[in-house]
Each structure stands twice: as structure tokens, then as C-alpha cells.
């Protein structure tokens, strides 16, 4: 008996906004892409990570030129002692 309007226990199923558009998607196996509202929001969001237009805030990465730096430092540490 439930629905997109009607959880299994007669309550008002979760709602989130899109993270793409700000519409709202009910939180169900019936929203196939939440939590966005349509597969274009979703590429466009997948579009954007691609790009580096979003990041998640962190050290930065070391570069080849930087791990390469610290490879030939520590081998010379190592035949120094």
C-alpha cells in the first residue's frame, strides 16, 4: 500500500534536495536517482567533480616532481647512516 506520497508506516517519506538543483526527491528505490532528481542533475554534478569545479578541502597531493624529491632524499638519509 505505499507510495511516493506514503511510507510503509503512514508517515511523510523523506525528502532531500537536489544537490544539483534544489528540487525536492523523496528518498525511495522508486527515485532512481537520488539523491538527485534526474539523470541530467547527476552528470552535471559528475561534470563538475571531473573538472575539479568541486573538491573536498584536504592536504593538497604531492606532485610526481615532490614524491620523487622525498624518494631521492630518503635514499641518501639511508646510505648516510
Same mark, same amino acid.
Given at each position: 500500500m505505499s507510495d511516493a506520497t506514503t511510507s510503509h508506516n503512514? %508517515?511523510?517519506p523523506l525528502t532531500v +534536495? /537536489?544537490?544539483q538543483c534544489?528540487? =525536492? !526527491? !523523496?528518498?525511495s528505490a522508486a527515485s532512481e536517482f537520488r539523491p538527485f /532528481?534526474? %539523470?541530467r542533475c547527476q552528470l552535471l554534478d559528475l561534470g563538475a567533480w571531473a573538472d575539479e569545479s568541486h573538491s573536498i578541502a584536504g592536504e593538497? +597531493?604531492? =606532485?610526481e616532481?615532490?614524491?620523487d624529491e622525498m624518494v631521492a632524499r630518503m635514499e641518501r638519509d639511508m646510505h648516510q647512516q
Open positions: 503512514g %508517515k511523510t +534536495a /537536489c544537490p534544489r528540487t =525536492d !526527491v !523523496v528518498w /532528481c534526474s %539523470k593538497p +597531493a604531492m =606532485d616532481t615532490s614524491i
